[in-house]
């Protein structure tokens, strides 16, 4: 009489084992990309609140600097936060402005943008405003990580 088998054998575990190592070795660094891409996407949740703002400012001809009012109902920029930007800086001169936003130094910021910033400039050009990032310098939040708008 032959006896059948009755479970996997060793071999097929370990190719198992290890094609989910596999996978598990290129879904891990994907996801942790896309948890620093939501943590970016405060930074410009925080910048639409901020534009009407500015805008209104801007049509007084100038550009809301840090120290005033810039942002109309809040009342100093120091008060602008979210989990995981830490600050928001306005400066420049109408009709072109600048937001400067910083992400926290520690956590609960992800390690590749601790410490790190976002800014984005406000161009105008026939009378259509523009809110774009300059090309990235020291400090700055890689590009890989910013809204496909823009990257």
């Known amino acids: 009489m032959k006896k059948h088998q009755a479970g996997f ?10 094609i989910i190592g596999i996978l598990a070795a290129i879904a891990i660094p994907a996801y942790q990309d896309y ?5 970016v996407s405060e930074a410009f949740t925080i910048l639409d609140g901020l534009k009407t703002n500015i805008e209104e400012e801007l049509a007084n001809g100038t550009c809301p600097d840090n120290s005033s009012a810039a942002v109309g109902s809040i009342a100093a920029s120091s008060n602008i936060q979210g989990k995981y930007v830490v600050s928001a800086t306005t ?17 609960p910021a992800a390690s590749a943008i601790q410490g790190k910033t976002v800014v ?32």
Do not use: H, N
Request: aromatic share 6%.
């Open 9 to 18: 054998t060793l071999i097929e575990l370990m190719i198992v084992v290890a």
């Open 35 to 39: 948890t620093v891409k939501s943590q």
């Open 91 to 107: 400066a420049g001169t109408a009709p072109a402005c600048t937001v400067t936003l910083t992400f926290a130094g520690g956590a």
């Open 120 to 151: 984005v400039q406000r161009s105008e050009s026939g009378g259509v405003a523009t809110w774009q990032t300059p090309s990235s310098g020291a400090g700055t939040t890689d590009s890989k990580y910013l809204p496909k708008a823009f990257q």
